[in-house]
């Protein structure tokens, strides 16, 4: 299973549309088992996959729980090869009740809990909330990869030094597999001023961009009202046809 995590220290920058979408593309399109860990309290992912509970167990329980039962742990959903890992506002509390239990690693438990499942999946995607905490923390110790989602404004820098050196701390001192494997520039909208931002940040991020870029797309709106994945809403648009071309690329990098 290679485990990837999709963040930004920004939010509305793609994270759940790409998580979703590279999920269901993976998934429906190349035939992979794919587990999605919803890492985000929100819970927008989990709530897209129709798995957003508060009386099933979710990311929460892992986290406080060392036994528990990963059966109870993963959702499936209407799509065979897709389970999902969901979280909800639970994750709050757990967060706050990792920290204060130093009785075992507090950074290593998603890792831990991943690894026992890890012949289940081909792909493990984890989509994070917007910050660096004890659960963004756990993702990247869990991870192989990191693929940060940017959309092209004037603060797309914002935050990003910061993550670039927590993924640095955390490949150094807990996990060396980790590796920043690109930036996907999200949300383009085809104008002179988008075409000039793109060509900046390609030369400016700092690390890998991934040649696709993600359009932004009115569909992305519709698709979520009806609790669908973008490609499944609507095939043609611009948004679905740079996800499948993405995920392409992507799979295209990945040793085989
Ligand atoms: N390619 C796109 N086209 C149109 N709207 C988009 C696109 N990508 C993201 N959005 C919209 O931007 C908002 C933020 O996206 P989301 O995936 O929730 O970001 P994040 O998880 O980083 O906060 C959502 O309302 C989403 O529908
Ligand atoms: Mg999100």
């Not at 959702?75 to 909800?88: E, G, L, M």
């Not at 991020?205 to 490609?231: A, D, M, N, Q």
Request: net charge neutral; aromatic share 6%.
């Amino acid at each position: 299973m290679k485990t990837v995590s999709i963040i930004n220290l920004k939010g509305g920058v793609a994270k759940t549309l790409s998580t979703i979408s590279m999920a269901h593309i993976l998934a429906e399109k190349h035939g992979k088992r794919v587990l999605v860990v919803d890492n985000d309290k929100q819970g927008n992912t989990s709530k897209l996959f129709g798995v957003h509970s508060y009386e099933r167990k979710s990311i929460a329980d892992l986290m406080i729980d060392r036994n528990a039962d990963m059966a109870e742990v993963i959702q499936h959903t209407i799509y065979p090869r897709i389970d999902v890992i969901a979280a909800n506002m639970n994750l709050l509390t757990a967060n706050l009740r990792v920290m204060m239990d130093s009785s075992r690693p507090q950074q290593t438990r998603l890792r831990a809990a991943l690894r026992k499942v890890a012949a289940q999946y081909d792909y493990c995607l984890i989509d994070n909330a917007p910050d660096i905490n004890i659960s963004t923390i756990n993702a990247l110790v869990a991870s192989n990869e990191a693929i940060i989602p940017v959309k092209i404004d004037r603060y797309a820098f914002d935050g990003l030094n910061e993550l670039k050196s927590q993924i640095e701390i955390t490949r150094e001192e807990l996990n060396p597999t980790l590796h920043l494997a690109g930036c996907l520039i999200t949300c383009f909208q085809r104008d002179a001023g988008e075409e000039e931002g793109e060509k900046w940040l390609r030369e400016n991020l700092g690390c890998p961009v991934y040649k696709t870029h993600i359009r932004y797309s009115g569909k992305v709106v519709g698709s979520s009202f009806e609790g669908k994945p973008i490609v499944e809403y609507s095939k043609t648009c611009g948004a679905s046809r740079d996800y499948i071309s993405f995920v392409d690329e992507y799979l295209g990098t990945q040793e085989v």
